[in-house]
């Protein structure tokens, strides 16, 4: 009989410390080939369905559906890109209008500095090219950082559909790969885990779409409300953006108000679209996120603040977006798996009504605990009852 070898706490703490730091600085240096794999694999997960209609209803080859499925795919995404650049453009047409409403706002702003701090605008002047020489160096090196992100988006807008493609074309080689990686007698788990990582992925990223059609629409019918030039595209954009958490919208009110001095230098034209904005997050956050997104993969909120911080860390804008769904992901996971299963509780948003502590000691000298409500639920999957592993 085989002696199962026991390490102390606080070995085990460093083994888990160990592996945490070794996987960070993978995903941190390594970010430039993960975040567009990981990118593509959600894409795939999504589009899977697309992929087995064409091959099972339209009797296509698997080639071939995949193949149109990436075709859409990509058409929906450049059509999207065309109208908002084609918007975009005009905007960059009112630069002269912008400009001059700028300049309005701008003497504005210095009578109120000169009326309430006693500097006149010789030396408003003086401090603000101060303030530009010291943010030059700074501005250049944002300049660059800039560049090279956006070369990295082309990048990824390059390999992402070619990454999508291949998933689900070897959609089964992975699967086979995985119950060669496990014993006979595990694959059930592994494939309830896959089933419901599937559904998961799935769920929250049409989620997130429905999200972004209800924000634009709620916010391109304010900006038509208060009479704003390209509502339209101010709200298509303020919803694309308002996938990045926390962070977007911010992007979104900025640009929305530089657009509104493409018509009138009017400040309460500023503050319209300030209070849309704001109005339009608040129904967001307290009705649309818990609703339709936070029910689909039912993550706390302190996970996903933490989760989207460490994302934003190491990969940047593609962390924060990608945060989620890997956090989802490890949750299906760690609620199938026994010794894992508490870390997946921590991260599920299901609150205890109460909890009894019982102090009784059997003869093991071991505490019993009474917990209530702490299980997280499984939802059982039908398909398990076969050896056929079919996650579509």
Not at 111 to 137: C, H, P, Y
Not at 199 to 228: D, K, N, P, R
Not at 279 to 308: T, Y
Request: hydrophobic share 55%.
């Amino acid at each position: 009989m085989k002696e199962t070898l026991q390490f102390p706490f606080y070995a085990k703490l460093a083994f888990v410390l160990l592996s945490i730091l070794s996987i960070f600085t993978i995903l941190y240096l390594g970010q430039n080939i993960i975040v567009p794999i990981l990118m593509s694999l959600l894409f795939a997960i999504l589009l899977r369905p697309i992929s087995n209609f064409l091959e099972r209803k339209c009797r296509f080859s698997l080639v071939v559906s995949v193949s149109i499925t990436t075709i859409i795919f990509v058409l929906i995404v450049i059509g999207v890109l065309f109208f908002i650049s084609w918007q975009v453009s005009d905007i960059a047409n009112d630069w002269d209008a912008i400009k001059n409403n700028l300049a309005i706002h701008f003497e504005t702003i210095q009578k109120l500095v000169t009326d309430n701090f006693n500097l006149n605008r010789g030396e408003q002047k003086i401090l603000l090219q101060d303030a530009s020489k010291n943010m030059s160096e700074s501005g250049k090196n944002l300049i660059g950082s800039t560049l090279v992100s956006f070369t990295d988006v082309l990048l990824n807008l390059t390999l992402i559909p070619i990454y999508t493609f291949l998933f689900l074309l070897y959609k089964n080689l992975l699967i086979t790969f995985l119950t060669k990686l496990f014993k006979p007698e595990d694959h059930k788990k592994v494939q309830d885990i896959l089933f419901h990582v599937k559904v998961s992925v799935q769920s929250y990223i049409i989620g997130l779409l429905i999200e972004l059609i209800i924000v634009s629409t709620l916010t391109t019918v304010g900006f038509m409300i208060i009479g704003l030039k390209y509502a339209i595209v101010l709200g298509i954009i303020t919803g694309i953006l308002n996938l990045i958490p926390y962070i977007g919208i911010l992007f979104a009110g900025v640009i929305s108000v530089i657009a509104t001095l493409t018509a009138s230098p009017d400040i309460t034209l500023i503050i319209g679209v300030l209070i849309i904005v704001i109005v339009v997050q608040l129904i967001d956050n307290n009705l649309i996120v818990p609703l339709i997104v936070g029910s689909k993969v039912q993550i706390n909120a302190f996970v996903s603040i933490v989760g989207i911080i460490i994302g934003g860390v190491i990969a940047g804008f593609s962390g924060m977006f990608l945060a989620i769904p890997i956090i989802a992901i490890m949750k299906v996971i760690f609620d199938r798996i026994e010794s894992l299963e508490p870390w997946g509780y921590l991260m599920s948003d299901d609150l205890p009504k109460n909890y009894t502590w019982n102090n009784e000691v059997n003869p093991n000298c071991e505490i019993i605990i009474e917990q209530s409500n702490f299980k997280t639920p499984i939802t059982p999957n039908p398909n398990l009852d076969t050896d056929e592993i079919d996650l579509n």
